[in-house]
Every structure is written in C-alpha cells, then in structure tokens.
C-alpha cells in the first residue's frame, strides 16, 4: 500500500505549482530546484520565488509563517531567524487557497518579520477612521456605543484604542495594510524580470550600440 503524502507537504506543492501557472499566463518560464534552500522557483532571467500557501484561519484572515524552527528556546523566549530573506528570495508569493488570493511581496520587505497576517477583502476594520473613533473615545463614549456607531465589533474598537497607546501594535496594524497592496502585483515580477533583461543586455552589448 503506497503511503500517502502529508497534507502539509501536498498543499506546499499545490502552492509551488499554482504560483508556477500564474508566472506561464504572464509569459514568465519558471523552474523547480533540485533542492530548496531558500526559493522554491527560478524564473529564465534569475528571479527567485519563495511560495507560501495556507487555508483560512481566524475571522477569515490568512497566517502565513515565515520562519522554521522552535518557537522558544529553553529560557522561553522566540528564538527564530527573521531576516535574511532577500538573500535567499527576490520575492514571497503568499497564496490564499480558499479564495484563491494571491500577494507579490519584494523579500526586502519582510525583513524581521516571523509571521504575516492577510484580512479578508471585506474587513471593515482597514477602512476605519481612528482619528474619528480616538475623538469619540475622548470625548468618553464607550467603546460598545463607538462600535455600533461605526459598524464596528467591540473588540475591533478595543485594537485601535489600543494601537494609539502601543507603538508595536500600530506598527503591526500598518504593516498589515502595506501587505495589502501587493495582492496580485504580478507586475513587480515582471518589471524586475525587465530591469535584469536590461542589466544583461548592457553587460554584453557595446553601449553606442544599445543607444541606437
């Protein structure tokens, strides 16, 4: 009887190979590694695409982890390797399986960071108006009146009153906005794929040759 392959590791490779049919629809030829020490693609011109995948989690948002290994270390404290990643990958491509959602992230970008979270599209809770909801709060409405007058939950109230007093909780809030601006920003991809094209052309091409 073979044996099956782990849930895990089959959803890793349907995310390789999802990502690898979006690049072939964009005219973008990728390649698998032998061995994966960092990207799970090359494109042609060099590129290197590390794949992240994952279901639906808490209140419709997507968790994608970004590093392996303990989450602690005997004294308890996170002991994870969270930067370096542009070393080994130009981009992280996060694919949202159950809404087939896809984000195009620079490596660069997530440097020092063990985790990201993507909200569902229809999270109310990115279009919120802090400076509105702080005033309510100052003025010493409750934060169960301020959610209903915004549509709000009384936790989703909580997290802004919240992010003003912490900076590292308003930090994590902008930097889940930023994520969202690269969902399907397929285009990255393809002008780095132009910028390396051009970059190997000069190195080859006498330059009175290209200004023509």
């Keep these: 009887m073979r044996r099956k392959m782990p849930p895990r590791l089959a959803q890793g490779q349907a ?32 590129t290197r695409i590390q794949v992240k995948c994952g279901g639906v989690k808490y209140r419709g948002s997507y968790n994608f982890c970004l590093v392996h290994g303990p989450s602690s270390n005997k004294r308890g404290y996170i002991d994870r390797i969270a930067d370096g990643f542009h070393l080994d990958a130009d981009f992280h491509i996060f694919w949202g399986i159950d809404d087939n959602r896809f984000w195009v992230v620079p490596s660069g970008f997530l440097e020092g960071k063990t985790a990201v979270v993507m909200p569902p599209r229809e999270s109310v809770y990115l ?17 169960s009146d301020i959610a209903r007058k915004y549509g709000l939950s009384k936790h989703q109230i909580c997290d802004v009153v919240n992010a003003k007093r912490s900076a590292g909780l308003a930090e994590r809030i902008s930097f889940t906005r930023q994520l969202l ?10 002008g780095y794929e132009r910028t390396l094209l051009e970059a190997q052309v000069a190195a080859y091409v006498p330059s009175e040759l290209v200004q023509k």
């Design 15 to 46: 995310g390789v190979y999802s990502v690898a049919a979006q690049l072939l629809l964009r005219g973008i030829v990728p390649s698998f590694p032998a061995v994966d020490i960092g990207a799970d693609l090359y494109t042609e011109m060099g």
């Design 127 to 143: 279009r919120v108006d802090e400076a509105a909801i702080m005033a309510d709060y100052g003025l010493g409405m409750k934060q």
């Design 181 to 190: 601006d690269y969902e399907d920003r397929w285009d990255l991809i393809t």
